[in-house]
């Protein structure tokens, strides 16, 4: 029997299809306020679902919402370890992870995003150095950029069953995003620490790398933009995803754009911007032709699921898979094996697996797989 301990970050998640930028310093209560739902609970759910060594594991959960609501639907051994109030924060996280820890865990299973990884490893770093207990981290926050997590909850699980079957273990890079220039449209990403995971790499989440400023790849997305701009039919909806690749779009058509938001362009004019999930569905009715458009992110590939969770599984599916346009520079498709999704619905995520064209250039495209993992 291996012990393993769940934590769920209850509000992680919440702030991405209200279009905020995480859910850090009490900006879960503006996300509820939007209209927001649990998204991490979830998560944990469908990671625990597909567990297939469940038998072999006794679990140590945390208390209510952060995890002892959700596991008592699965038939196991668990014990509930500390206490939390009606709001939780990141020092419960912390907490009840060395909680867990002292209770002999081998293993610490969380759902979160980078800020839950943070204060998981803070707990962590309490250990001795000849403890070293691994972590499984479920993908469930607006930010999700580490290098630690799990590719999806389902990956989780083949994560968990690779431990107790006796994986290796190996280090993984945990980031430090700095969540007020995330909502101020900059990306301050800083390397925290690292986390212990299973040694089982096609389930992980490759790192996110960051965007080349070479004058090679800024003309390489400026060609994109030129080729992009000429295509644009009339009386069609644009709805412009994050990235530098897509803003040299709006850049080509000389309007401003949200860089790490989602943009709405219509008849060469932004009608809406940083907008979110329900503005989002009010334009679609509004706009019977609309496209999306997105860009890999660099890393790892993700198209959906990673820093543009405004494209909620509704809006995706109102739009069509047949109306997503993918633009990435040339240098950074050659460096993914595929493109990747996590919408957070495993239907849709299979309808958007197959090929599917890049645009990586001036009339010139790659054709790439979408990985379902």
């Known amino acids: 029997m291996k012990t393993i301990g769940l934590i769920v970050n209850p509000i992680a998640g919440m702030g991405g299809s209200v279009g905020l930028k995480g859910t850090d310093g009490g900006m879960h209560t503006q996300a509820l306020a939007l209209g927001a739902t649990p998204v991490a609970p979830q998560r944990a759910r469908e990671t625990l679902a ?22 008592a639907d699965f038939d196991v051994t668990y014990l509930v370890v500390g206490a939390i109030g009606e709001q939780t924060t990141g020092a419960d996280t912390q907490r009840i992870a060395k909680l867990m820890l002292e209770a002999g865990a081998d293993l610490l299973v969380f759902a979160g995003g980078d800020g839950t990884a943070r204060d998981v490893c803070d707990a962590l770093s309490t250990l001795p150095p000849y ?92 060609d994109i933009a030129a080729s992009f701009v000429e295509a644009m039919e009339p009386e069609t909806l644009y709805l412009l995803g994050p990235g530098t690749t897509v803003k040299a779009i709006a850049d080509e058509l000389a309007l401003p754009k949200t860089l790490l938001g989602v943009d709405a362009v219509y008849a060469g004019a932004v009608v809406a911007a940083d907008v979110n999930e329900r503005a989002i569905l009010d334009l679609l009715r509004r706009y019977p032709q609309r496209k999306i458009v997105v860009t890999p992110l660099g890393g790892n590939g993700f198209i959906f699921g990673r820093g543009n969770k405004q494209f909620t599984p509704e809006v995706i599916r109102q739009v069509g898979r047949e109306h997503i346009l993918v633009v990435g520079a040339e240098d950074k498709m050659r460096q993914l094996p595929g493109l990747r999704v996590d919408t957070g619905d495993a239907a849709l995520d299979a309808a958007l697996g197959g090929y599917i064209e890049v645009a990586v250039g001036y009339k010139r495209g790659r054709v790439m797989k979408v990985l379902i993992e």
């Open 50 to 71: 597909h567990i297939r060594c469940r038998d072999a594991v006794a679990w140590l959960v945390a208390p209510g919402a952060m995890g002892a609501d959700l596991i």
């Open 131 to 222: 403890r070293r207990v691994p972590v499984v981290a479920i993908p469930a926050g607006v930010k999700v950029y580490s290098a630690a997590f799990a590719l999806s909850p389902r990956a989780a699980a083949e994560l968990v069953d690779a431990f107790v079957e006796g994986a290796d273990i190996v280090e993984e890079e945990v980031l430090d995003i700095d969540e007020v220039a995330f909502r101020e449209n900059r990306l301050d990403a800083q390397l925290y620490g690292h986390l212990l995971v299973p040694a089982a790499e096609r389930f992980l989440q490759p790192g996110k790398v960051a965007s080349s400023a070479s004058p090679f790849v800024e003309e390489n997305k400026r």
